[in-house]
């Protein structure tokens, strides 16, 4: 896959989530990143086919509610995902990763993401 046909899809998946996931508005930066981190990364999982329970703990079982979540809605609302390599859709992963690390935390105007005591 291109990286143009790539941003392409990463930016619908991006936008889904903007439109519908409230956990992307958690107020602190490092719950952001690790929200990312580990929804994110479970929902390419599962979208992988691959096991996304790391653990049984209550915050992996939170974070694997909303990948599943998000699973359902990616596979409903883009069909081209059941026709996307495995290996692509890491990639596009990935790219939705990093893209919402940056919007949601790095390139935040809101202070308060960046506050040590907070």
């Known amino acids: 896959m291109d990286k ?3 941003e392409d899809k990463m930016s619908q998946l991006e936008w889904y989530i903007t439109k519908h996931c409230l956990w992307q508005y ?5 719950d952001r990143e690790i929200q990312n981190e580990k929804i994110i990364g479970k929902t390419r999982k ?3 086919g691959e096991n996304a329970h790391d653990d049984q703990s ?3 079982r939170y974070y694997w509610s909303e990948a599943m979540t998000l699973v359902d809605a990616f596979r409903r609302y883009f069909p081209w995902l059941e026709e996307t390599s495995r290996d692509d859709i890491a990639v596009i992963m990935q790219m939705l990763k990093d893209r919402m690390d940056y919007t949601m935390i790095k390139g935040s105007l809101n202070l ?3 506050k040590e005591q907070y």
């Open 112 to 114: 308060e993401l960046t």
């Open 46 to 48: 599962l979208l992988c």
């Open 4 to 6: 143009k046909t790539a």
């Open 26 to 30: 958690n107020s602190r930066g490092w």
């Open 58 to 60: 209550n915050a992996d």
